[in-house]
């Protein structure tokens, strides 16, 4: 009976679940972007007391790598790393992408396209089959109302994700879907739970964040 600790703070909403199997025992969410790394710790610690199952007990821990906010997806990884490390559990982690495309209900001929609000208008994306396969790698895109043309020419695409909402709004094209449908971390189960039967475990020491683009930490003015 595998138990894993599923976290996800890569967007304004976190979240984190306790699973046993397949079913999710607990879940817990914070909505305050700015709150969620001192949030993490007591929610992690709650849960864990409300399930029964004490942090010695997991079999593995499961963290969503990015894209996202840059300050919530080192929120996370810090977490799950510094749990793993001192548990000696393993790491999985799990595209944020992906995970957005696994919660979205779709026909066996459509395509599923998450976006993630990345400023302005440009969305971090990728683009997945019915059956969540990858079809384009995650990547920075810069929205115009003829984006995707290429792909919509040939299938009907469902876009999803806070960065769609921007699309919606330009999107001249037919064979566009919009849905508004918001996956937390109790739909990291399936994906983790297959990524550790199929032991698909990440290195501890040299798992960074997917952050697609550079990360640049300014430099603090000289006196």
Known sequence: ?????????????????????????????????????????????EAATASGISLHELDGISVTIGPGSYTGLRVGLSTAKGLCYALQKPLLTIPTLEL????????????????????????FTALYDATCKEMQPAHALILEATSFRAVLDKHPVVFCGNGAIKFKSICILPNARFVDQVATAKNQIALAHKRFTDAVFA?????????????????????
């Open 203 to 223: 290195d501890l020491a040299y798992t960074e964040p997917l952050y697609v683009k550079e990360f640049y930490t300014p430099v603090p003015p000289s006196h």
């Open 100 to 123: 957005m495309a696994s919660v979205i209900p779709v026909t066996a001929g459509e395509l599923i396209c998450p976006m993630i609000d990345a400023r302005r208008m440009e969305v």
């Open 1 to 45: 009976m595998k138990k894993l600790l599923h976290i996800d703070t890569s967007g304004a909403l976190a979240s984190i679940a306790i699973s046993q199997e397949l079913e999710c025992l607990i879940e817990k969410t914070n909505d305050r972007l700015q709150d969620h790394a001192t949030w993490i710790h007591t929610a992690i610690q």
